[in-house]
């Protein structure tokens, strides 16, 4: 990365998709500021430090994601801002996916968990981040990680409400990039590919998931939480990718692609 280490805000709810991506920035040098529940978060960041000896240090601002008050998120951002100065980078990693079933199914409660969540919190984070970014003239990047159920290429049964959000977010990074562009603040996301501890696998089974994801998916697996995401946040919040905004970047090993053919499979 740069030589200077980018100074990065994550939000994350201590799941392995978010602490791997963690650790590979802290890895790399960035300056980390973890937000989200802050009794999970203390034990990810001392277990970071603990293997990343000499790096830099990992803080920890608590926020609940599913708070009603947008002021809530403007304090974390604030404290955030207070221990690392200027942000360079905010990536959102913090998502509610919920149990597969029918949306008829769903109750009000799960609903409004779920919007609160996958499309209320990151709104409210953008406008926190994006407000101190323009402030600081120096601009920035932002980053929200979703995934392929919210592309109109990998719908999935059993989603109905999380895949609605997550397809919110892929609309918010085109229009959010086309608005804020103007401060130097660069927004794109990453549609991730499913892993088998995502809801689907788990509702067709793991062991059938597994066998047959080697006939129905081109690389033969399903998406490796440690190692599969994290190069392309490092790309994103670098200045190698100064002008790309606007993107998502499907990170899925064609799954999307495939899905019919991988859902009939199931």
């Not at 130097?184 to 501890?197: D, E, F, M, S, T």
């Not at 440690?226 to 670098?238: C, G, H, R």
Request: charged share 25%; net charge positive; glycine share 10%.
């Amino acid at each position: 990365m740069e030589n200077q280490p980018k100074r990065v805000l994550l939000t994350s709810d201590g799941d392995e998709i978010s602490k791997n991506i963690a650790f590979h920035l802290a890895k790399r040098g960035c300056r980390l500021v973890l937000v989200g529940n802050e009794r999970r978060l203390r034990s990810v960041a001392e277990k970071m430090m603990g293997s990343l000896k000499g790096g830099q240090p990992v803080e920890v601002v608590g926020l609940d994601m599913e708070e009603d008050r947008e002021g809530a998120f403007d304090e974390a951002v604030d404290k955030a801002c207070q221990i690392l100065g200027n942000l360079d980078a905010f990536v959102h990693c913090y998502t509610y996916e919920g149990k597969m079933q029918d949306p008829l199914q769903v109750g009000e409660d799960e609903f409004k968990k779920s919007v609160k969540i996958n499309f209320v919190a990151p709104w409210f984070l953008l406008k926190a981040v994006g407000r101190r970014m323009k402030e600081s003239k120096a601009g920035g990047s932002i980053v929200f990680l979703t995934s392929i159920i919210g592309a109109e290429r990998g719908l999935y049964p059993g989603a109905a409400a999380y895949g609605a959000c997550a397809a919110s977010i892929h609309q918010l990074v085109r229009t959010a990039a086309m608005e804020i562009g103007k401060h130097k603040i660069r927004v794109n996301g990453i549609a991730r590919g499913l892993h088998l501890q995502d809801e689907y696998p788990i509702a067709v089974g793991q062991e059938r998931a597994v066998k047959l994801v080697k006939e129905a998916a081109p690389l033969h697996r399903w998406l490796d939480v440690k190692n599969d995401l994290a190069s392309t946040v490092i790309y994103l919040i670098s200045d190698g990718s100064r002008y790309m905004t606007g993107t998502t970047i499907y990170v899925d090993g064609a799954q999307s692609i495939t899905r019919p053919r991988m859902r009939s499979y199931m």
